[in-house]
């Protein structure tokens, strides 16, 4: 699984640019402009045409999968402030991974939520899909700050912990939909979902040991050497690699065009892969 993982995230890293660009500014100006017809339409056609409806679904009219996307799930003031912050969420989490997985993520999000509220008779949002990204985000830089209702400053991680608590609280009350919801966030991220997680129980899961040793620290040595039989140079065995991600595996050798960093944050000189330098749980 981890292999096939990692084959699928170099496709989708060779193939970064491929895709819709500023999807999240099609979806933010399509529900504006939806908000401001529902508006002038004080008899109900548009939503009516809009909205999720699984039993005209089943009769085929199949735009619905979709179009409920951009019916606002807020008005006034609120909504214009959640849109501008989902676009900047959706942007941000678009140049961290590029403009196809960012493509990818969204509209996986949006079948798998299509086929649950199928299957449970539930009304989909657009909510669930920001709320996503939000998670995608806050997994990517746990540690970054935003400002809570725009005022206060507290840690994405935080409101992280806040909404899967949230969800555990639907789960008990046997509201399984939020979870069908945010399995696009599970299914992208695997164990990556434990960023968000305190940094003690980050390690406990994962089962990551303490070193403060460099990945492979004689890479720089001589690889000749001459012989006691003669003066000719005979080749010794080289390093087998320069850098080695700590998560992944890869490394310089087996993916020359990869990129490789130490993480400042780590308590301990751990290489990470440019895939992961934003996605790792912090050795403390």
Request: glycine share 6%.
């Given at each position: ?50 909205r999720f409806d699984r039993g005209l679904i089943l009769h085929g009219q199949v735009w619905r999968l ?129 960023n968000v997680l305190p940094e003690s129980w980050q390690q406990k899961l994962r089962h990551v040991p ?57 308590n301990g000189y751990y290489c990470y892969c440019q895939d992961h330098i934003n996605n790792h749980a912090?050795?403390?």
């Amino acid at each position: 699984m981890k292999e096939l993982r990692r084959k699928i995230d170099r496709f989708m890293y060779n193939n970064s640019s491929k895709g819709i660009p500023n999807l999240m500014l099609i979806i933010c100006v399509g529900t504006l402009l939806s908000f401001f017809v529902m508006l002038a339409d004080k008899s109900g056609i548009f939503y009516t045409f809009m909205r999720f409806d699984r039993g005209l679904i089943l009769h085929g009219q199949v735009w619905r999968l979709f179009t409920y996307v951009f019916l606002p799930q807020s008005s006034g003031i609120w909504l214009f402030l959640l849109l501008f912050a989902y676009y900047g969420i959706g942007r941000m989490v678009e140049r961290v991974w590029g403009t196809l997985k960012f493509n990818l993520f969204y509209l996986c999000g949006i079948l798998i939520m299509d086929i649950a509220a199928l299957i449970l008779n539930a009304q989909p949002g657009g909510s669930y899909l920001n709320m996503s990204l939000f998670l995608a985000l806050a997994t990517l830089y746990p540690d970054n700050r935003v400002l809570l209702m725009y005022i206060i400053p507290i840690k994405m991680k935080y409101l992280a912990w806040v909404y899967l608590l949230l969800l555990v609280v639907n789960l008990v009350q046997l509201d399984f939909f939020p979870l069908f919801a945010l399995l696009n966030y599970f299914l992208f991220f695997g164990s990556g979902c434990l960023n968000v997680l305190p940094e003690s129980w980050q390690q406990k899961l994962r089962h990551v040991p303490h070193t403060t040793a460099r990945p492979n620290p004689g890479w720089a040595k001589a690889y000749t050497k001459k012989t006691h039989s003669g003066p000719k140079a005979s080749v010794v065995d080289a390093p087998a690699y320069r850098h080695k991600c700590a998560v992944c595996g890869r490394t310089d050798v087996s993916d020359p065009d990869l990129e490789f960093r130490y993480c400042s944050k780590c308590n301990g000189y751990y290489c990470y892969c440019q895939d992961h330098i934003n996605n790792h749980a912090h050795v403390q």
